[in-house]
């Protein structure tokens, strides 16, 4: 297949629509079912580079969560702790595969931005993660393959107009790359850096352990942010961002609301949440939606007398702000990763405040030096790698 038309572009004027190769040669993606649109194959291609990067510096089956062409989560195939199989309401699953449990990472971290995500997975899919993928609600999902029997699960999801990509693993695009903007064309050479150990081995601070674990989630980190629209910052720990702060023009503001989402991610395992009594038949979609709630300032919105009712079987105590505090500060050992550098230490004393103990970042700031010293504030461990990751 050489081209593959499309039903419309961004949005449904945008007609006609269509994704093909200039070369005229054949397309490196196979439609196994449905009829994927635009916006999911911007997801799709960008998602497959990020698991597969993800999987080539970690050793590790890799997933992403898209949506709007930049990463909700990503994660990879370490297994499942009891809590954080709860608050991924996976529990009551079999133990899942290292695939299913990094799309369950992936998924789970952010699941009020991932839904109706384009799922992304590294390797073949199997009956675990298509068992997972069917109950979400979801646009599409792009591998490399599928097993017989999860493909046939995939099939029934949508009354069988579920997206399902396969993806050409050994297709490689050209060094240079185009994109036309306003009937003008751009060309550069692909950002084919590769992330390894040795990117973390510029340690500007004065503590300079960081220890092996820390290099895997600052991999990750900088690999979900070479494939996350900028300016961005991604909060990882163990093995999986826990907090992406996309797009914002403000890195300050990256920082906090990708640590608002890293500190949401902890407080959903706090007792207090773990301990909420729902409804029966609640759905997954409504507990997320009113969990973010009440861990937010608007808890009112689900507390209010004739609301709580609905949702909850018994009324819950407030989790006033002292207590959520208390809670977030037992979160530790987490690692902070930026496409560029920090212009001022507000992002690190930010940082510290969702327990980062371990930074990565270009480098490069007029105030390199102010940045330095709030790292040494908190015995942070920070690595200049050099390398900017701006995608757009």
């Known amino acids: 297949m ?10 449904p004027n945008q007609k006609p629509s269509r994704i093909y190769m200039q070369d005229g040669s054949e397309l ?21 580079q990020l698991v597969t990067e993800l999987k080539k510096a970690t050793g590790l089956p890799a997933a992403a969560s898209f949506k709007h062409v930049s990463p909700a989560g990503a994660a990879v195939g370490l297994p499942l702790t009891e809590t954080l199989a709860r608050i991924y309401w996976v529990d009551d699953l079999e133990e ?19 839904f109706g995500d384009f799922i992304c997975l590294s390797d073949v899919c199997d009956l675990d993660t298509a068992r997972l993928i069917k109950r979400e609600v979801s646009d599409g999902v792009i591998a490399p393959g599928y097993e017989a029997e999860a493909l046939e699960l995939l099939k029934q999801k949508k ?30 050479r692909r ?40 300016n961005s910052v991604c909060y990882v720990k163990g093995g999986q961002a826990i907090g992406i702060g996309a797009g914002q023009q403000s890195r300050i503001h ?8 890293a500190d949401n991610w902890w407080l959903r395992q706090s ?37 709580w009712e609905s949702i909850f079987e018994k009324k819950p105590e407030v989790f006033t702000r002292e207590e959520k505090r208390v809670w977030l500060d037992k979160m530790t050992d987490v690692s902070l990763g930026s496409d560029a550098f920090f212009p001022f230490g507000d992002n690190i004393e930010r940082a510290y405040k969702s327990g980062v103990k371990y930074v990565a970042q270009p480098g490069g700031s007029v ?22 990751l701006f995608h757009h």
């Open 96 to 114: 899942l595969s290292s695939l299913a449990c990094a799309y369950a990472r992936a998924r789970g971290a952010d699941r009020m931005s991932s």
């Open 254 to 261: 990256c920082t906090r609301l990708a640590g608002q989402k």
């Open 159 to 188: 009354k069988g107009r579920y997206n399902v990509i396969q993806m050409n693993k050994d297709y490689v695009p050209a060094h240079l790359e185009h994109k036309e903007v306003f009937g003008v064309t751009f060309e550069q």
């Open 2 to 11: 050489k081209e593959l038309e499309l039903k419309y572009g961004c949005n």
């Open 271 to 307: 007792p207090r949440v773990l301990e909420l009594q729902f409804k029966p038949g609640l759905g997954r979609a409504d507990r997320d939606n009113a969990i973010d709630l009440y861990i937010g300032e608007e808890y009112m919105d689900v507390l209010s007398e004739g609301v």
């Open 28 to 48: 490196p993606v196979q439609v196994l079912c449905g009829r994927p649109g635009y916006i999911n194959f911007l997801d799709a291609f960008n998602g497959w």
């Open 191 to 230: 950002n084919e850096f590769e992330i390894n150990d040795k990117f973390f081995s510029n340690v500007v601070t004065e503590n300079k352990n960081i220890p092996e674990s820390a290099r895997m989630d600052l991999a990750i980190a900088m690999v979900t942010l070479k494939y996350t629209q900028s």
């Open 367 to 388: 105030r390199d030096d102010d940045v330095i010293t709030a790292c040494n504030k908190h015995q942070i461990a920070m690595a200049f790698t050099g390398l900017r």
